[in-house]
């Protein structure tokens, strides 16, 4: 079932997310609204399987980015996670109270700290990728090789247009 829009506001739900058959009447077949409603579900997938994990999907999403990387500043993490800078903060700041990252001051610019994920936190984003690779892994069978190509060429242009409107 998905999700309408009304619904996205997170009435009536432990994880704010209630099912509908379909976007409303109001709604009618709007493509905003299959992007919001497959991005809320995707969400919700993740947020599910990382729980046992004892991960948020924004620790997740910042924890992968730093164990990907070789020292990243928190602005660095911000940006890659699609969040303010003062989001992250508080994300990064619990990933350091359990051990799963470490952060200093930057080698080249003193005033900044940047995070390194220590083993626990490298062995913890190799296990979440794996549990949410799980999830993807599933719609992404639905595309061929060359379909799948298209769909993310298509995601690109939207992002672009969209970007383009914000930056207008």
């Given amino acids: ?21 379909g976007p409303s009447a109001a709604t009618g077949d709007r493509l905003g609204v299959h992007l919001k409603q497959t991005e809320q579900l995707l969400i919700a997938a993740k947020t599910k399987v990382l729980k046992p994990l004892h991960l948020t999907v924004p620790q997740y999403a910042a924890l992968s980015t730093i164990a990907a990387g070789n020292g990243i500043s928190a602005a660095q993490v911000a940006r890659a996670c699609l969040v303010t ?18 952060r200093a001051p930057s080698p080249v610019h003193s005033g900044v700290l940047v995070c390194t994920a220590t083993a626990a936190g490298r062995r913890l984003a190799t296990t979440a990728d794996r549990t949410t690779l799980a999830i ?12 799948r190509a298209t769909f993310v060429e298509k995601l690109a242009k939207i992002r672009a ?4 409107t914000i930056d207008d």
């Fill in 1 to 21: 079932m998905l999700i309408s829009h009304r619904t996205l506001v997170g009435m009536g739900s432990s994880n704010g997310i209630r099912r509908a058959d």
């Fill in 85 to 102: 800078p003062q989001t992250i903060g508080a994300v990064l700041a619990n990933l350091a109270d359990r051990g799963l990252i470490v």
């Fill in 136 to 147: 993807e892994s599933r719609f992404d069978a639905l595309f061929g090789r060359d379909d």
């Fill in 161 to 164: 247009i969209l970007q383009a």
